[in-house]
């Protein structure tokens, strides 16, 4: 089955840039959705089909796919998007939703 | 408004079964693909089942296979998952969620509802 690999943690300063890994076995043929999770709260979506963001997420947020990797960046990182990130495909081989492990962003 | 509100959680004995439920509003849900996503207590998220618009393709992940099963009424906005044979394991807030197409990405989330496999 599809797998896809995150860092468990990332830790970024205040206004400084944060950038969440997705590694797939070429992810880059598929379309890569990423979500926000705050505790005690459903999931988000702040990403969708690689790199189109939501109407009333930020433009910090940012996504990008290619060979086996899609990356979720989000630039000037605040205090507020301290939060759980996942990745998440279909995989048409097997025909699952396929949700990466998620990281943990942490803002220092 | 789109709402997605799910019920039917609780406390069930290993080998139980429950059926929950997810009742929709505020859209016209016959147009989309519905699923179940679960989350075990600090555990990341597992989709767990899909079904489309009308019922006719169904997807499941391994380890639910041939104990659960999703189902729809569009004439009555609702999604159901029934679960059988329930393990320690099966125990995770579990979310409807609404999807434009099999690919596409989960644009709304109900608030979740809790299911915990005990004895």
């Known amino acids: 089955s599809y797998v896809l690999t995150q860092p468990p943690s990332v830790s970024v300063a205040p206004g400084k840039t944060a950038r969440i890994t997705c590694g797939g076995n070429?992810?880059?043929?598929?379309?890569v959705h990423w979500y926000q999770q705050k505790p005690g709260q459903a999931p988000v979506v702040v990403i969708y089909y690689d790199s189109d963001r939501p109407s009333g997420i930020p433009e910090r947020f940012s996504g990008s796919n290619s060979g086996n990797t899609a990356t979720l960046t989000i630039s000037r990182v605040e205090a507020g998007d301290e939060a759980d990130y996942y990745c998440q495909v279909w995989d048409s081989s097997s025909d699952h939703v396929v949700f990466g492990g998620g990281t943990k962003l942490t803002v220092l | 408004e789109v709402q997605l509100v799910e019920s039917g959680g609780g406390l069930v004995q290993p080998g139980g079964s429950l059926r929950l439920s997810c009742a929709a509003s505020?859209?016209?849900?016959?147009?989309?693909?519905m699923s179940w996503v679960r989350q075990a207590p600090g555990k990341g998220l597992e989709w767990v089942a899909n079904i489309k618009q009308d019922g006719s393709e169904k997807y499941y992940v391994d380890s639910v296979k041939g104990r659960f099963t999703i189902s729809r009424d569009n004439a009555k906005n609702s999604l159901y998952l029934q679960m059988n044979s329930l393990r320690a394991e099966d125990t995770a807030v579990y979310y409807c969620a609404r999807g434009t197409t099999v690919v596409s990405n989960f644009d709304y989330w109900g608030q979740g509802t809790l299911v915990t496999v005990s004895s």
């Open positions: 070429n992810i880059g043929s598929k379309s």
């Open positions: 505020g859209f016209s849900f016959s147009r989309y693909w």
